[in-house]
């Protein structure tokens, strides 16, 4: 805890909250501004925002900010692994200041990228107790080492930035449904669905869906009122002319000798 709160400190922290909160919908857009604003805010030569996949039980480097970012960016590792594995574990934030003399540290990925590393500070981002992921700051640019009032500044904004990552997935959620449920619905507008028990309606449905595929002319007779309709729609439905318009046409309307003409045209003159 800061006991005199560094009013430059603050401002930046207001500025960078309201900048991750201005917008969910760009996903990728969101974790470049969380990236930047922590380093900003700490003060650190590089930077890292990896996010948890529960079904994977993975951490991902979801972005990386500094001279080895795209060596970085899309790893995975194991929730146990390294300084951000602990902290994981732990739930709790850590900073090490001399990573290469601390157990918890693990230099393989350090020495894959070649970038050594000289002071870490990692914090958990949760959502009502829930892991969303864990933003770690490197080295130290203004000092050597971070400092308690750093892991403070950090934590703040982490609180904020899980809950923008949480907000930004559940709007993708959101937008994949009604996306899909417009699609669905606009599917769907207009049609009927048939509804039978009988194997006689059976045999007739499974003769419908084997012929709609085929380029044939298909003519359904049948008296007023047993359904020519339903069984015209699902012809249409199942066949290859499916996205274009299906014209329903009142042929007790039409006198007898322009039936011909309106359903099959006629050659002018």
């Not at 969380?34 to 480097?61: H, M, N, T």
């Not at 000289?118 to 130290?140: F, H, Q, R, T, W």
């Not at 809950?163 to 993708?172: H, K, P, S």
Request: charged share 25%.
């Amino acid at each position: 805890m800061v006991g005199n709160i560094d009013q430059a400190k603050f401002e930046l922290l207001v500025e960078v909250c309201a900048l991750i909160n201005s917008n969910y919908a760009d996903g990728k857009a969101l974790v470049s501004q969380i990236i930047e604003s922590s380093s900003r805010l700490v003060g650190a030569e590089a930077a890292s925002l990896l996010l948890y996949d529960p079904v994977a039980g993975k951490l991902r480097f979801e972005i990386a900010l500094g001279p080895k970012k795209a060596e970085l960016t899309g790893r995975l590792i194991d929730p146990g692994e390294g300084i951000v594995g602990w902290v994981v574990r732990e739930g709790q934030s850590l900073i090490v200041n001399n990573p290469e003399s601390d157990p918890r540290f693990s230099p393989v990925i350090s020495k894959e990228v070649d970038f050594p590393t000289k002071s870490i500070l990692a914090v958990p981002m949760k959502v009502k107790g829930n892991l969303v992921g864990v933003i770690e700051a490197i080295n130290k640019t203004k000092g050597r080492y971070f400092l308690q009032e750093d892991q403070y500044w950090l934590e703040l904004f982490a609180l904020q930035a899980a809950i923008a990552v949480e907000n930004a997935r559940y709007l993708e959620k959101t937008s994949l449904e009604l996306s899909y449920l417009s699609d669905k619905a606009q599917a769907n507008s207009g049609w009927h669905n048939l509804i039978y028990a009988s194997s006689a309606m059976a045999e007739k449905v499974d003769l419908v869906d084997r012929i709609a595929p085929s380029e044939a002319s298909v003519l359904i007779l049948g008296e007023s009122g047993v359904g020519k309709e339903l069984f015209a729609e699902r012809l249409h439905r199942a066949s290859k002319r499916a996205a274009k318009p299906f014209v329903r046409v009142n042929c007790a309307n039409l006198p007898e000798p322009l039936l011909e003409s309106e359903l099959f045209g006629h050659v002018r003159g």
